[in-house]
């Protein structure tokens, strides 16, 4: 059997390596050897661990997404802690995952202050959202997780799925802005950053939350 250093490995940006049969104890010391501070992201499933290295439209479309839903909570008045691309883990379920954005929305006051994450006694984030530019995101880790709603932008087409008995079930309209079309709209706004850059884009979706307000009132 041929044993590799974790950095021999190198992935490239756009490309993912999977790594079959790896223990709850290897997944825990290759977390701590690729640090916090590192730009590849990991999903751990059963046994199953994929390191991704995203690209630059991969980076860019999931900040533009985080910041318009920091919008849409401002002008809303709505409580929210946003814990970025946190590693999410539990080893009683084998499952482990770094979202690229998420948010605790009903549960922001149980995560007030906290900088370390336990699902074995913290709740897993409410809304969840994947940017799947060259590899498509496994909704099993987030389902297994219990994370309510996770939005998965693939193709310019935003998909929402919403956890109802225990499964995934893709949505039309989001548990956390039920008035608002998210699913058509935001990526139009997306699409508005590519051609008028991102403050201009910005400035004018917030306009668009604050025209639809009253209506959500």
């Not at 190198?10 to 490309?15: A, F, I």
């Not at 079959?20 to 046994?47: C, H, K, M, N, P």
Request: proline letters at 6%; glycine letters at 6%.
């Amino acid at each position: 059997m041929v044993t590799l250093q974790l950095q021999q490995l190198v992935v490239h940006p756009g490309q993912c390596i999977q790594l079959r049969e790896v223990s709850w104890e290897e997944f825990e010391a290759i977390l701590r050897e690729l640090g916090d501070t590192r730009s590849s992201r990991i999903a751990y499933s059963q046994g199953v661990l994929d390191i991704r290295m995203p690209l630059p439209e991969h980076e860019v479309a999931k900040e533009l997404l985080g910041d318009m839903v920091k919008i849409l909570l401002e002008e809303l008045d709505l409580d929210s802690e946003c814990f970025g691309s946190t590693t999410f883990k539990r080893q009683d379920l084998a499952q482990g995952v770094e979202p690229d954005q998420c948010f605790y929305l009903e549960n922001s006051g149980a995560m007030l202050g906290k900088r370390r994450v336990d699902l074995t006694l913290d709740p897993p984030p409410d809304l969840a959202i994947e940017v799947d530019v060259t590899s498509k995101t496994s909704l099993s880790t987030y389902q297994a997780l219990g994370v309510p709603e996770l939005w998965r932008l693939e193709q310019g087409q935003l998909r929402i799925y919403q956890l109802q008995d225990g499964e995934y079930q893709a949505v039309q309209t989001s548990l956390h802005f039920p008035n608002f079309p998210i699913a058509a709209v935001l990526p139009q706004f997306l699409d508005r950053c590519a051609q008028e850059g991102r403050r201009q884009a910005l400035k004018a979706f917030r306009q668009w939350v604050q025209q639809q307000a009253p209506e959500v009132d």
